[in-house]
């Protein structure tokens, strides 16, 4: 039997009809009060982001006199000229997607098999392998060993001097496997009775299953490359094998000279490039991260399990 909920009119109750709880006037004013709650919440979290897009086309005396709110004041677009102008940013641009690329391939590809071990209660040694894992969260060699063997490696002004230090967090390690833990174990059983091993069990019924987690691990992997620029600060001394978080940091820093250089060529004096600089630099960098998210955040409110054990 299947029950329905219907509105309760004020006839149905003075015939003593039941009220549901969708049709009391708490129930009501709750929604009410829920709405505008989150509408406010939704408001006060997009203000900040609104009001840096509008900075970053409003002209310097504008941004200096605290006048620019919601939008734009004495539209500008020099700075965004300036920077798009510069062939290093493209260069750099280029390499930030091809860091994060190789980088969250490579880290997801770690994870989930790390994990996929250690989530196992039988395997021997498993304490071991969970407890140098948890280990490395709380002590490392510091900056400068962790230089020293980059170096020694030769990765040092490459590519893999930025992917490969980041490419298992231990906390996404951790997250995975106990994910894993709590897939049905009658699903691995019946792979095994079927005749698959545990790298096509892993394979065809669990990665399947882990859609939902494995795009949350994708959308904080590739968040952590986009913005790193300290690894790229510490191990690459070529301009063009900086990522753009780096390229940026040295605009506003004052590091390149490319800034007025560009500013020059379009007319501009470095003055205007500088006040609105860092709403420009942050609106470049957030920009690809927020088309990508909505591609990625469908998976979160989808189930976790998206298969189902047969009797």
Known sequence: MSSTTTTTTAADRRAGVPVGPRDTRGYRLFTVLNTAVLVLVCLVTLYPFVTLIAQSFSSAGAIKAGLVNAFPVGFNIETYRAVTQDERFWTSYGNTVLYTVVGTAIAMVLTTTFAYVISKQHLRGRSVLIGIAVFTM??????????????????????????????????????????????????????????LGWFGIYVRIVLPLSKAVIATMVLFYSVAYWNDWFTAFLYLDKN???????????????????TAQSAAAIGTTGEAISANIQAVTMVLAILPILCVYPFVQRHFVSGVMLGSVKG
């Open 240 to 258: 063009e094998l900086f990522p753009m978080s780096l390229y940026l940091r040295n605009l506003i820093a004052g590091a390149s000279t490319t």
């Open 138 to 195: 709380f002590f490392n060699g510091g900056i400068i060993p962790n230089y020293v063997l980059i170096s020694s490696l030769g990765m040092k002004n490459t590519m893999w001097a930025v992917v490969l230090p980041g490419a298992l967090s231990v906390f996404n390690l951790l997250v995975m496997k106990s994910f894993f833990e709590n897939l049905p174990g009658e699903l691995e059983e019946a792979a095994q009775l079927d005749g």
